[in-house]
């Protein structure tokens, strides 16, 4: 009777490279015996009879502790099911930063032992989970921040009875004038804080009507501070009748925070950056210039994975996250980078009719 193809080497081979995660086969003494071809783009295709610490990246052998694990199933011949060695981080010097979990499978016929490794690839998952942190973090300073925006309100309206006070009294010039450039100070300080409000009441999921012009004046009050403290020139090109797109002013807010703030670090010493809006056809786009640093071809390749960064202090997600808004919105973004010369990104939305 012939053997049922389910036993057929080939016709398991054939059915491993369908899974959509890696697969790993070593034998007893650890050896290679077989991987799949989602293993094969993740690490290369191993020679016959390689041992296991030459196949896979150290840090699968040190950090997720698998000769550990796998010693213990070749000893305790009574463990049959699958073992699970939760997530951990993967550092590349070469790749963006992947997270993986492992589960190690023995396998035991007549007497001898193999063993299954599965490489789950839980990186998306690990990106989506850090931006739903940092989201409920910006909803936290949201409330912080409407709070201390109350508070400052308070006081502009105590500040402004008493200038209102000074004025029916005074009859100096001078004094009136000093006065004058006071209540200027508080309506630009009362704007400020009413931007503040503005911001932390939005809710992340309502889409209004809204002017890309809008996004980047109200933007630009928190950051035009920060952006002369850095000897960065902000420059607007503003149309002059901007296009309606349906966004949500929030999600718009941290796109542009994220571009501006990725220029400026891209600004060495004293830069400018040019912020410009425009109408083409059906669609609102919005273009962000800089005169930074520029990016090689091959950083360039990579910018939008998650957790690429070339920065220390970067988490590799705020292009990432800005990729995923403007998708949300129904549109794309792209750019323009010369290395040394500095670097253009624009994003396109529908232009609501």
Do not use: W
């Not at 300080?189 to 939005?202: D, E, G, H, T």
């Not at 929030?250 to 060495?268: D, G, Y």
């Not at 830069?271 to 425009?278: A, K, P, Q």
């Not at 091959?298 to 403007?326: D, H, M, S, Y």
């Amino acid at each position: 009777m012939p053997a049922a193809p389910f036993l057929n080497e080939r016709y398991l081979a054939m059915i491993l490279d369908q899974l959509p995660f890696a697969v790993l086969v070593i034998d007893e003494n650890f050896n290679y015996v077989f991987s799949n071809s989602n293993f094969n783009q993740l690490f290369g295709t191993p020679e016959q009879i390689r041992p296991l610490k030459e196949i896979v990246p150290q840090v699968f052998i040190k950090e997720a502790e698998l000769l550990n694990v796998l010693e213990f199933l070749k000893k305790d011949s009574s463990v049959e099911r699958m073992v699970k060695i939760p997530r951990f981080r993967f550092h590349s010097d070469t790749e963006e930063d992947q997270y993986f979990t492992l589960l190690v499978l023995p396998l035991r016929v007549n007497g001898t032992i193999h063993f299954m490794i599965i490489f789950q690839d839980h990186t998306e998952e690990q990106a989506e989970e850090i931006s739903s942190f940092q989201h409920a973090k910006l909803v936290a300073l949201g409330e912080m921040a409407a709070g201390i925006a109350h508070e400052i309100n308070n006081f502009l309206s105590i500040l402004q009875g008493h200038v209102d006070l000074a004025e029916m009294k005074n009859s100096d010039k001078t004094v009136a004038e000093h006065l004058q450039f006071i209540r200027k100070q508080i309506d630009s300080f009362a704007a400020f804080s009413k931007s503040i409000l503005n911001f932390s009441r939005q809710n992340p999921r309502e889409f209004v009507d809204i002017s890309l012009n809008h996004v980047v004046e109200e933007t630009l009050r928190f950051l035009q501070a920060r952006m002369r403290k850095n000897n960065v020139n902000v420059v607007l090109k503003l149309e002059k009748n901007p296009s309606v797109i349906r966004g949500n002013p929030s999600q718009l807010q941290q796109l542009l925070i994220n571009l501006l703030l990725n220029s400026k670090k891209a600004i060495r010493q004293k830069g400018e950056i040019v912020i410009s809006t425009r109408t083409v056809s059906d669609s609102a786009v919005l273009e962000i210039s800089d005169n930074g640093i520029g990016m090689s071809r091959e950083i360039a390749a990579r910018i939008f994975n998650p957790f690429f960064t070339t920065r220390k202090e970067g988490n590799g997600l705020g292009l990432n996250i800005c990729e995923k808004i403007v998708k949300n919105h129904g549109g794309f973004i792209n750019f323009t980078t010369r290395e040394h010369h500095g670097t253009t990104f624009t994003v396109t939305f529908p232009r609501r009719k």
